[in-house]
């Protein structure tokens, strides 16, 4: 049984290349490309789909990463042949079931988040984050405010944060946070001044925990005449129950891979909608729909938005991840909303305990989990050397993906957990007593764990050969 | 409960050994001042009622026969595509950063980069990045790192038939570190690019094949002025369109740096503009610079071959503020996507499908230019794509012909570029003979009527 | 217990220095730092010809999971730079005070004077 394409390749005759174009321009060599049968293509990636976890086949406990069930209904619907089948360019009044459904998004997530106008057209996350603090450097520049060239960000944040503001042409400054987890209040006031122009926060914040504070901080942002940027990475923690808005923030992305239950595809497509107050509606980027009193839809263009920070993507975005998205929210309603948060909120409090119970330390014992937390298996490494790698390594033998590790480096030796609401209690009991087991085999026989996994299609990987010798492609 | 499994009995338990009385309990530590009671969302809709809902909006898209391309185009993708795409085991997998128990996807990436190193003619290939406009501005600032361009002496020139959307989306993003967009014009007449008059401080040169315009470009020549003026040279390709053209490797003496693309030809639905997926391709000398995930091939400690992500230290969840990019998330099941599209179809269907791409271009444009009033403004060489110069303005043309179920193209005034009738009209293998004579008779009937 | 040889001068910033002769020194990392740093995958070391700025950054060293900004421990022009790091970057895990040197500069014998002295390096590392 071959493992490779390239070993399925039939012969077939070279095919004429056309006259008309010259010969300079046209291909030197023939196209050296497989030649598989189609049912040999259908085994080959049927079988390596096989040596992928996925929610559809095991639990992810992926903290920072939302990994609920993706309903199948979204693809089915995305799927349509009327809106699969639509071109880009499509004039608006052939393209009115499109962007009705992308208009109701726009203004159903305006509702969720507490914001005045989302733009939908950010391809993830990170590009959501480089369009929000564009536009907070757009929002400053229209007033004739130069001098804000600085970006604070938490020094617990996702490594986009900076790696955006940075991309949009900021100095990034980093705040520490304490160790109960909330940001360092006295270091905020220190560094606020007529060069900052703004702040990227998370709350509930990297470290798992709500920032309790935040009305003060944002108070404090606004007063030294700078804007909040909520990173939306975390907004399953709240759905439906908090507004980043009513917080205090200005402009914010959301991950509708994550918090609106579009799949992760093994990397992406994901989208990455931004929401803004009312005063950087202006500098939205394009393409935004916009419909009349009449009902008729339209795309906004920058004869409409002129001070827009412009376009992110040829066209509107990844609009089969927004029909996805559309499909949830419409599927779930009001109440239903209201609900991620709560049963997100309940399932990671109860693993939370759980894990306690059985002998993990929580990193911020004394406060509420919001949708996820964080334990910290030091005391395992000072005990036998097992790290929190380890721990992972050996989970995936039991089918369960292991946990975000080593995020926040703050916290040493972490395990970051989210289990997400459409998980069932038997799925956690199961999880909390295999972590359980891994604690015994742990201090019992170190050695199993070190050596995890033992069950999977690879054991560890030499990572360190993979990057002296790059292998990044198929020789010919 | 839609997607939430809890029964009441299970609730209870849970709420119990976590201490708490009500779910709202466990929002304790969020001021109460923050926490609304209701939203402005619609009720929700049972599976039956959505799917109802949904596909009445589908329907009302009206269903055209397509004639337009502009970076964007219809193919026919096999059946067996989406089929193992949308197997949960892809469709709903993490980004593979547990290599061991995501060997799946890292082993499609890695022939996904194999393949696109083989049609661009380059060594290195990412993982993917948002789509080809935003991969060309990652393209441009890979070239000003590589250059070592500093302060205010960074610039890229940039052909001023490069596709409108494309260059909108290097403004915005370049725009935001003070890169200068140099516009290189092109020939009135020819339609294709005439060499710069001069390289400036410029890190790089845009070389798009084809143009806006669907012409094909002396790629050679631009190429060699480009490094001959110390540039590098970023191809701007179709990847259907490789395999019948030169691949960017060859062009010149030494071959394109770069090669970056919109992937969507490559069994993506059109879906009104995306998600596609952007491709960019390198020289391995250039690799630290290259933005995005990497997937290579290594072993176990049994010796087994595995692959896995590397070179992560260029990206931003390690190098965080000086990562080559702010990526993530990328097209990853775009990706899988277009590798099960080229192995369906191999090296040779895909020859076979970009011949027939073109020889259905020849034909209709063929078959259009014998329409009274019908003119071709630009008589060079092309792929699949040509301008139409129209007696009326394309875009009245365009619409009137959506009446008879077709989107004829696109017209060059929406962009701003050519003449009020300028249509730019594209044909792929999904249109048959009866397909092209269809939008004849059409634009016969229209012209006269309008 | 990380090697820290006593012949040797280190900076705060983990780099050694060892003396040449002749206002020449040769510049490499530590075992404490690569240790930190886990298995290298590359090391880009300034041209020939360049001046480095003690305390500034000089260059970058990349292991499989992390990066980490190489600083120039003195002040000085660059005079030979370890080449074979490219092909061997395992060199500085292995053996970082030999094989795994990274560059050779010209510099002032007061700069030299100026850094920590094994027993100060070590006392650095525990802390």
Same mark, same amino acid.
């Given at each position: 049984?071959?493992?490779?394409?390239?070993?399925?390749?039939?012969?077939?005759?070279?095919?004429?290349?056309?006259?008309?174009?010259?010969?300079?321009?046209?291909?030197?060599?023939?196209?050296?490309?497989?030649?598989?049968?189609?049912?040999?293509?259908?085994?080959?990636?049927?079988?390596?789909?096989?040596?992928?976890?996925?929610? &559809?086949?095991?639990?992810?406990?992926?903290?920072?990463?939302?990994?609920?069930?993706?309903?199948?209904?979204?693809?089915?619907?995305?799927?349509?042949?009327?809106?699969?089948?639509?071109?880009?360019?499509?004039?608006?009044?052939?393209?009115?079931?499109?962007?009705?459904?992308?208009?109701?998004?726009?203004?159903?997530?305006?509702?969720?988040?507490?914001?005045?106008?989302?733009?939908?057209?950010?391809?993830?996350?990170?590009?959501?984050?480089?369009?929000?603090?564009?536009?907070?450097?757009?929002?400053?520049?229209?007033?004739?405010?130069?001098?804000?060239?600085?970006?604070?960000?938490?020094?617990?944040?996702?490594?986009?944060?900076?790696?955006? +503001?940075?991309?949009?042409?900021?100095?990034?400054?980093?705040?520490?946070?304490?160790?109960?987890?909330?940001?360092?209040?006295?270091?905020? &006031?220190?560094?606020?001044?007529?060069?900052?122009?703004?702040?990227?926060?998370?709350?509930?914040?990297?470290?798992?925990?709500?920032?309790?504070?935040?009305?003060?901080?944002?108070?404090?942002?606004?007063?030294?005449?700078?804007?909040?940027?909520?990173?939306?990475?975390? $907004?399953?923690?709240?759905?439906?129950?908090?507004?980043?808005?009513?917080?205090?923030?200005?402009?914010?992305?959301?991950?509708?891979?994550?918090?609106?239950?579009? *799949?992760?595809?093994?990397?992406? *497509? %994901?989208?990455?909608?931004?929401?803004?107050?009312?005063?950087?509606?202006?500098?939205?980027?394009?393409?935004?729909?916009?419909?009349?009193?009449?009902?008729? $839809?339209?795309?906004?263009?920058?004869?409409?938005?002129?001070?827009?920070?412009?376009? #992110?993507?040829?066209?509107?975005?990844?609009?089969?991840?927004?029909?996805?998205?559309?499909?949830?929210?419409?599927?779930?309603?009001?109440?239903?909303?209201?609900?991620?948060?709560?049963?997100?909120?309940?399932?990671?409090?109860?693993? /939370?305990?759980? #894990?306690?119970?059985?002998?993990?330390?929580?990193?911020?014992?004394?406060?509420?989990?919001?949708?996820?937390?964080?334990?910290?298996?030091?005391?395992?490494?000072?005990?036998?050397?097992?790290?929190?790698?380890?721990?992972?390594?050996?989970?995936?033998?039991?089918?369960?993906?292991?946990?975000?590790?080593?995020?926040?480096?703050?916290?040493?030796?972490?395990?970051?957990?989210?289990?997400?609401?459409?998980?069932?209690?038997?799925?956690?009991?199961?999880?909390?007593?295999?972590?359980?087991?891994?604690?015994?085999?742990?201090?019992?026989?170190?050695?199993?764990?070190?050596?995890?996994?033992?069950? $999977?299609?690879?054991?560890?990987?030499?990572?360190?050969?993979?990057?002296?010798?790059?292998?990044?492609?198929?020789?010919? | 409960?839609?997607?939430?499994?809890?029964?009441?009995?299970?609730?209870?338990?849970?709420?119990?050994?976590?201490?708490?009385?009500?779910?709202?309990?466990?929002?304790?530590?969020?001021?109460?001042?923050?926490?609304?009671?209701?939203?402005?969302?619609?009720?929700?809709?049972?599976?039956?009622?959505?799917?109802?809902?949904?596909?009445?909006?589908?329907?009302?898209?009206?269903?055209?026969?397509?004639?337009?391309?502009?970076?964007?185009?219809?193919?026919?993708?096999?059946?067996?595509?989406?089929?193992?795409?949308?197997?949960?085991?892809?469709?709903?997998?993490?980004?593979?950063?547990?290599?061991?128990?995501?060997? %799946?996807?890292?082993?499609?990436?890695?022939?996904?980069?194999?393949?696109?190193?083989?049609?661009?003619?380059?060594?290195?290939?990412?993982?993917? #990045?948002?789509?080809?406009?935003?991969?060309?501005?990652?393209?441009?600032?890979?070239?000003?790192?590589?250059?070592?361009?500093?302060?205010?002496?960074?610039?890229?020139?940039?052909?001023?038939?490069?596709?409108? %959307?494309?260059?909108?989306? /290097?403004?915005?993003?370049?725009?935001?570190?003070?890169?200068?967009?140099?516009?290189?014009?092109?020939?009135?007449? +020819?339609?294709?690019?005439?060499?710069?008059?001069?390289?400036?401080?410029?890190?790089?040169?845009?070389?798009?094949?084809?143009?806006?315009?669907?012409?094909?470009?002396?790629?050679?020549?631009?190429?060699?002025?480009?490094?001959?003026?110390?540039?590098?040279?970023?191809?701007?390709?179709?990847?259907? +369109?490789?395999?019948?053209?030169?691949?960017?490797?060859?062009?010149?003496?030494?071959?394109?740096?770069?090669?970056?693309?919109?992937?969507?030809?490559?069994?993506?639905?059109?879906?009104?503009?995306? *998600?596609?997926?952007?491709?960019?391709?390198?020289?391995?000398?250039?690799?630290?610079?290259?933005?995005?995930?990497?997937?290579?091939?290594?072993?176990?400690?049994?010796?087994?071959?595995?692959?896995?992500?590397?070179?992560?230290?260029?990206?931003?969840?390690?190098?965080?503020?000086?990562?080559?990019?702010?990526?993530?998330?990328?097209?990853?099941?775009?990706?899988?996507?277009?590798?099960?599209?080229?192995?369906?179809?191999?090296?040779?269907?895909?020859?076979?499908?970009?011949?027939?791409?073109?020889?259905?271009?020849?034909?209709?444009?063929?078959?259009?230019?014998?329409?009274?009033?019908?003119?071709?403004?630009?008589?060079?060489?092309?792929?699949?794509?040509?301008?139409?110069?129209?007696?009326?303005?394309?875009?009245?043309?365009?619409?009137?012909?959506?009446?008879?179920?077709?989107?004829?193209?696109?017209?060059?005034?929406?962009?701003?570029?050519?003449?009020?009738? &300028?249509?730019?009209?594209?044909?792929?293998?999904?249109?048959?003979?009866?397909?092209?004579?269809?939008?004849?008779?059409?634009?016969?009937?229209?012209?006269?009527?309008? | 217990?990380?090697?820290?040889?006593?012949? $040797?001068?280190?900076?705060?910033?983990?780099?050694?220095?060892?003396?040449?002769?002749?206002?020449?020194?040769?510049?490499?990392?530590?075992?404490?730092?690569?240790?930190?740093?886990?298995?290298?995958?590359?090391?880009?070391?300034?041209?020939?010809?360049?001046?480095?700025?003690?305390?500034?950054?000089?260059?970058?060293?990349?292991?499989?999971?992390?990066?980490?900004?190489?600083?120039?421990?003195?002040?000085?022009?660059?005079?030979?730079?370890?080449?074979?790091?490219?092909?061997?970057?395992?060199?500085?895990?292995?053996?970082?005070? %030999?094989?795994?040197?990274?560059?050779?500069?010209?510099?002032?014998?007061?700069?030299?004077?100026?850094?920590?002295?094994?027993?100060?390096?070590?006392?650095?590392?525990?802390?």
């Amino acid at each position: 049984m071959s493992d490779s394409i390239f070993d399925h390749d039939h012969h077939f005759p070279a095919v004429e290349l056309p006259s008309d174009i010259p010969a300079e321009l046209l291909r030197k060599a023939p196209l050296n490309l497989p030649n598989p049968a189609e049912l040999e293509v259908l085994r080959h990636y049927t079988r390596l789909s096989q040596k992928n976890f996925s929610i &559809d086949t095991q639990f992810y406990p992926l903290g920072s990463c939302t990994m609920k069930y993706n309903p199948r209904i979204a693809h089915t619907m995305a799927s349509l042949p009327g809106f699969a089948r639509l071109h880009p360019d499509t004039p608006a009044p052939a393209m009115q079931g499109l962007l009705q459904v992308l208009w109701e998004l726009q203004e159903w997530l305006a509702a969720v988040t507490g914001m005045a106008a989302v733009s939908l057209t950010p391809a993830a996350g990170a590009q959501g984050e480089l369009a929000g603090v564009a536009m907070i450097r757009a929002y400053h520049a229209a007033r004739g405010d130069h001098e804000r060239r600085k970006m604070l960000i938490p020094a617990a944040a996702h490594g986009t944060n900076p790696a955006s +503001a940075q991309m949009a042409g900021f100095a990034v400054v980093e705040i520490p946070n304490l160790v109960d987890g909330d940001l360092d209040m006295a270091f905020l &006031d220190q560094h606020l001044g007529p060069d900052v122009a703004g702040i990227m926060l998370t709350n509930p914040s990297t470290l798992g925990v709500f920032e309790r504070r935040i009305a003060d901080i944002a108070a404090r942002v606004h007063g030294a005449g700078g804007l909040l940027y909520y990173d939306g990475a975390n $907004l399953n923690a709240i759905l439906g129950r908090v507004q980043p808005g009513q917080m205090g923030f200005d402009v914010m992305h959301l991950n509708l891979h994550k918090t609106f239950a579009t *799949p992760h595809g093994g990397g992406g *497509p %994901g989208a990455g909608a931004v929401a803004v107050q009312e005063r950087l509606r202006p500098f939205l980027p394009l393409p935004m729909v916009t419909r009349s009193e009449e009902g008729a $839809l339209r795309w906004l263009d920058e004869g409409d938005l002129p001070q827009s920070i412009g376009r #992110l993507s040829a066209h509107g975005g990844n609009v089969g991840v927004l029909l996805r998205a559309h499909a949830y929210l419409r599927r779930l309603g009001r109440v239903g909303v209201g609900r991620v948060s709560a049963y997100a909120a309940l399932n990671a409090n109860y693993l /939370l305990k759980e #894990l306690q119970r059985v002998g993990y330390q929580a990193a911020f014992p004394e406060r509420r989990a919001s949708h996820e937390f964080i334990l910290t298996v030091s005391d395992l490494q000072k005990a036998t050397g097992i790290r929190a790698l380890d721990v992972a390594k050996r989970l995936l033998d039991f089918g369960i993906h292991a946990p975000t590790i080593y995020f926040p480096q703050l916290v040493p030796e972490c395990l970051l957990i989210e289990p997400t609401e459409t998980e069932s209690k038997a799925t956690l009991d199961r999880f909390v007593a295999v972590m359980a087991q891994i604690r015994q085999e742990a201090l019992a026989q170190p050695e199993l764990l070190r050596e995890a996994p033992h069950h $999977l299609p690879v054991g560890r990987l030499d990572e360190a050969l993979a990057a002296r010798h790059l292998d990044v492609a198929a020789a010919q | 409960m839609p997607y939430i499994p809890h029964d009441g009995l299970e609730t209870a338990a849970m709420l119990a050994a976590v201490g708490v009385d009500s779910l709202d309990q466990l929002f304790d530590e969020i001021p109460p001042n923050l926490q609304v009671q209701d939203m402005a969302l619609p009720e929700g809709l049972s599976e039956m009622a959505l799917r109802r809902e949904l596909e009445g909006r589908a329907l009302s898209n009206a269903p055209l026969r397509c004639f337009a391309g502009g970076g964007a185009y219809a193919h026919h993708i096999p059946a067996i595509v989406w089929e193992i795409a949308g197997r949960g085991e892809f469709y709903s997998a993490y980004t593979p950063y547990q290599p061991e128990a995501s060997q %799946g996807t890292l082993q499609v990436v890695y022939e996904y980069q194999s393949f696109i190193t083989r049609l661009t003619g380059l060594e290195v290939s990412n993982a993917s #990045l948002y789509d080809g406009a935003s991969g060309l501005a990652e393209a441009c600032l890979m070239a000003l790192r590589i250059q070592g361009g500093q302060g205010d002496d960074k610039s890229i020139l940039v052909p001023e038939n490069l596709l409108p %959307g494309w260059r909108r989306v /290097l403004d915005s993003i370049l725009g935001l570190q003070q890169i200068r967009l140099v516009t290189v014009p092109y020939d009135r007449v +020819a339609g294709t690019l005439v060499l710069p008059a001069e390289a400036g401080d410029a890190a790089a040169l845009i070389i798009p094949q084809s143009n806006a315009l669907g012409l094909l470009e002396s790629v050679d020549v631009l190429t060699d002025w480009a490094h001959g003026h110390g540039l590098l040279a970023i191809a701007v390709v179709n990847p259907l +369109a490789l395999a019948l053209l030169k691949a960017p490797g060859d062009w010149g003496t030494q071959g394109a740096d770069m090669a970056v693309g919109e992937g969507q030809p490559l069994g993506i639905p059109l879906t009104g503009g995306g *998600p596609y997926f952007g491709f960019l391709a390198c020289r391995k000398a250039h690799v630290r610079q290259l933005p995005g995930r990497l997937v290579a091939k290594t072993v176990d400690g049994q010796g087994r071959a595995g692959f896995c992500l590397t070179l992560q230290a260029r990206e931003q969840h390690i190098r965080r503020g000086k990562a080559t990019s702010n990526i993530c998330t990328n097209q990853g099941l775009m990706v899988t996507a277009a590798t099960i599209h080229m192995a369906t179809l191999g090296g040779h269907g895909l020859q076979r499908t970009a011949v027939l791409c073109h020889e259905r271009a020849v034909r209709l444009r063929e078959l259009l230019t014998v329409v009274p009033g019908v003119r071709l403004p630009y008589g060079g060489p092309f792929f699949h794509e040509f301008v139409l110069r129209l007696p009326h303005a394309a875009v009245a043309v365009r619409d009137a012909l959506l009446g008879h179920g077709l989107l004829a193209g696109l017209p060059l005034s929406d962009w701003g570029m050519g003449e009020a009738g &300028d249509l730019l009209v594209c044909a792929t293998e999904l249109l048959d003979e009866a397909d092209l004579l269809a939008y004849r008779d059409a634009l016969t009937s229209v012209l006269e009527t309008l | 217990m990380s090697k820290i040889p006593e012949t $040797l001068r280190y900076s705060d910033t983990h780099e050694w220095v060892e003396d040449l002769g002749g206002g020449r020194y040769r510049v490499g990392i530590t075992d404490h730092a690569q240790e930190l740093l886990g298995d290298l995958v590359y090391v880009e070391v300034p041209d020939i010809g360049k001046a480095i700025h003690g305390g500034e950054v000089c260059g970058v060293l990349e292991s499989v999971k992390a990066a980490a900004d190489l600083y120039a421990p003195v002040n000085g022009t660059v005079m030979e730079r370890h080449d074979g790091l490219g092909d061997n970057p395992q060199w500085l895990n292995e053996d970082p005070y %030999g094989q795994g040197w990274i560059m050779v500069v010209e510099a002032d014998a007061a700069a030299w004077a100026g850094l920590l002295d094994a027993a100060a390096y070590a006392k650095l590392t525990e802390s």
